[in-house]
T-cell receptor, first 113, second 112 residues
Framework: KAGVTQTPRYLIKTRGQQVTLSCSPI?????VSWYQQTPGQGLQFLFE???????NKGNFPGRFSGRQFSNSRSEMNVSTLELGDSALYLC????????????FGSGTRLTVV | DQQVKQNSPSLSVQEGRISILNCDYT??????FLWYKKYPAEGPTFLIS?????DKNEDGRFTVFLNKSAKHLSLHIVPSQPGDSAVYFC???????????FGKGTKLTVNP
């Protein structure tokens, strides 16, 4: 079966711009979680969506937002980009909103210049 | 403050030898731990887990040990192979089971 697909794989944006990243979960998975990976902070939880509802949110500013569509695909948006937002953004899907069944995508590498 | 700590950013071992990756945690209420392996340009993949009702879990060359009194777990890889070269993260569920808290990772290099 197809894995978790994240698009685009790489992105370069300028400070102040906004960006939208996409995640298509494994077919049948209803939960999508987003993580940010940076060299200094490691992997940090952004938010989790289940059946189009945000269930959990991490400690990130309001510039980071997301949504989930009825087909479980998810997008995350970052507005007013800062240099510190440069990171690998990973999404993970699972069948039932449980981390025990996580499958991660390969991520979107965002560079803010 | 980090709730899960991997204090060694990197580890280098010779092929065939044992690799030991360590992880400490701060909250004694944490009761389940997972190890993920990550290659460059790929997402993390689940490797092995352990519940606090056990002190050891083994899967092939990989064994995880849990010392609850010390709030410490370790991942042993025996024998290490060059294909094991990757970044290893330990993680634990927080706030129920819907999100993971990760350590910062240890980069393992296995030299042929």
């Amino acid at each position: 079966k197809a894995g978790v697909t994240q698009t685009p794989r790489y992105l370069i944006k300028t400070r102040g711009q906004q960006v939208t990243l996409s995640c298509s979960p494994i077919s049948g998975h209803r939960s999508v979680s987003w993580y940010q990976q940076t060299p200094g902070q490691g992997l940090q939880f952004l938010f989790e969506y289940f059946s189009e509802t945000q269930r959990n949110k991490g400690n990130f500013p309001g510039r980071f937002s997301g949504r989930q569509f009825s087909n479980s695909r998810s997008e995350m948006n970052v507005s007013t980009l800062e240099l510190g937002d440069s990171a690998l953004y990973l999404c993970a899907s699972s069948l039932d909103s449980s981390i025990y069944g996580y499958t991660f995508g390969s991520g979107t590498r965002l560079t803010v210049v | 403050d980090q709730q899960v700590k991997q204090n060694s950013p990197s580890l280098s071992v010779q092929e065939g030898r044992i690799s030991i990756l360590n992880c400490d945690y701060t909250n004694s209420m944490f009761d389940y731990f997972l190890w993920y392996k990550k290659y460059p340009a790929e997402g993390p993949t689940f490797l092995i887990s352990i519940s606090s009702i056990k002190d050891k879990n083994e899967d092939g060359r990989f064994t995880v040990f849990l010392n609850k009194s010390a709030k410490h777990l370790s991942l042993h890889i025996v024998p290490s192979q060059p294909g094991d070269s990757a970044v290893y993260f330990c993680a634990t569920p927080l706030g129920g089971s819907e999100k993971l808290v990760f350590g910062k990772g240890t980069k393992l290099t296995v030299n042929p």
